[in-house]
Every structure is written in structure tokens, then in C-alpha cells.
């Protein structure tokens, strides 16, 4: 792959099945869809866009390869949803994406980017711990029953 050719892209509403699937395939991989994932990934304009938050893709030629979200929690910004398309794993895309957000995120001058993973997925943790991503305390009740670390990036 030529990464060269890799765009990143805004949401469309044209792509909101890529959305969905992208997500739904990692989740029913490693974990299960929660219902607060269904209701994101069904509804992405009224519970990410219209509250404020973000949805950008990883477009390799015409497809669809990659996709993340950073979305409005009132009282901070959370880099959520992010999938890469597996035949496409393993070649950066994920960092690009991260690194994009967090590009993005410094320009609209947040004060920082929290996350939250699952500690049996070590190369997203690893890879969120050399972007700068220092684990938090996590609250007692965080919206994610599969959630057992949460990460911070001061910007």
C-alpha cells in the first residue's frame, strides 16, 4: 500500500455503513456491540455530529479503510471508534488516523483527548502510549461495560 495515496476525510452521510461495519466487525471480534455502541453506530449525525463531535475516514483509492470518531462528552473530547478495515491492518493507518485527530484536536485548542480501551488489545495501547497517551483513573461509571483503562493526552 502506498501510503502516499492514503486522504483522510470529514464524514459524510454516504458513508455511514462504513461506519457501522468497520466498527461492528472489530467489536463482535474481540468483544460484543454494546447498546451504546449500537445507538453511536446507527446514529452517528445525532450522537456524535449534532453534539458537537467528529467522524473522520481513512480513504485508500475509493474504499472506505479506516474510521474515527471524536466525540463531544460535555466535559471533554473522546477519541472513540476507530477501526481499520482488516486486510489493512498493520500499516499505520490507526496511528494516521490518531495523529490526524490529534492534529485536529490542537487546532481547535483542546486541552486534551481521553480514551477508552480494553488492556487485551496491547497494540492499540501500545500504540496510544507512544503517541502520549498516559493512563488515567478510571470513573466507577464509564459508558463502556468493556472499558478497564482510560488514557489521557494533555495537548
Not at 453511536?40 to 474510521?67: M, Q, R, T, W
Not at 463531544?72 to 495523529?99: D, H
Request: with cysteine; aromatic share 14%.
Amino acid at each position: 500500500m502506498d501510503n502516499t495515496k492514503l486522504e483522510i476525510i470529514a464524514y459524510q452521510p454516504a458513508y455511514a455503513k462504513d461506519f457501522y461495519d468497520l466498527n461492528v466487525a472489530w467489536l463482535q471480534k474481540y468483544f460484543y456491540v454494546e447498546p451504546y455502541d449500537e445507538k453511536v453506530l446507527s446514529n452517528p449525525k445525532a450522537y456524535v455530529l449534532d453534539v458537537g463531535g467528529f467522524i473522520f475516514l481513512a480513504k485508500y483509492n475509493s474504499e472506505i479503510v479506516g474510521v474515527i470518531a471524536l466525540i463531544n462528552q460535555k466535559t471533554f473530547f473522546e477519541l472513540s471508534k476507530m477501526a481499520v478495515l482488516p486486510k489493512y491492518q498493520g500499516l499505520k493507518i490507526g496511528q494516521q488516523l490518531v495523529n490526524f485527530c490529534i492534529k485536529f484536536a490542537k487546532e481547535k485548542e483542546w486541552k486534551s483527548i481521553t480514551l477508552y480501551s480494553h488492556r487485551s488489545l496491547v497494540p492499540a495501547i501500545n500504540l496510544y502510549k507512544k503517541m502520549g497517551f498516559k493512563e488515567v483513573e478510571l470513573e466507577k461509571d464509564v459508558h463502556y461495560e468493556r472499558a478497564n483503562i482510560k488514557m489521557l493526552l494533555e495537548l
